[in-house]
Nanobody, 118 residues
């Protein structure tokens, strides 16, 4: 049974930092592209960062230079270090695993709330 469990969300002041973590179980982790998405009410889920098994990363323009995605393949975890947080970063953040061998074979975590407010 595949499970992705996010942690690390919470309330932070503008300019602050948070680190999100996602622990995967039930998958061969190196076969998956790991990504972080976020969603606010009434809007579509937005892809913000991805990392492949070899460590290559991609970011959306909205977070580039402020967020860093990295993974630990030995521990089946992926993290999102978020710095210089802004109120517009407030959202529910989701972890996603995409199987590189099978298009459309993917899994989502349950989401973790991040609120940036003074």
């Amino acid at each position: 049974q595949v499970q992705l469990v996010e942690s690390g969300g919470g309330l932070v002041q503008p300019g602050g930092s948070l680190r999100l973590s996602c622990a995967a179980s039930g998958v061969i982790f190196n076969n998956y592209i790991m990504g972080w998405y976020r969603q606010t009410p009434g809007k579509q889920r937005e892809l913000i960062a991805t990392v492949i098994a070899a460590g290559t990363t991609n970011y959306s323009d909205s977070v580039k230079g402020r967020f860093t995605i990295f993974r630990n393949n030995a521990e089946n975890t992926v993290h999102l270090q978020m710095n210089s947080l802004k109120p517009e970063d407030t959202a529910v953040y989701y972890c996603k695993a995409d199987d590189v061998r099978r298009r459309g074979h993917s899994f989502w975590g349950q989401g973790t709330q991040v609120t940036v407010s003074s």
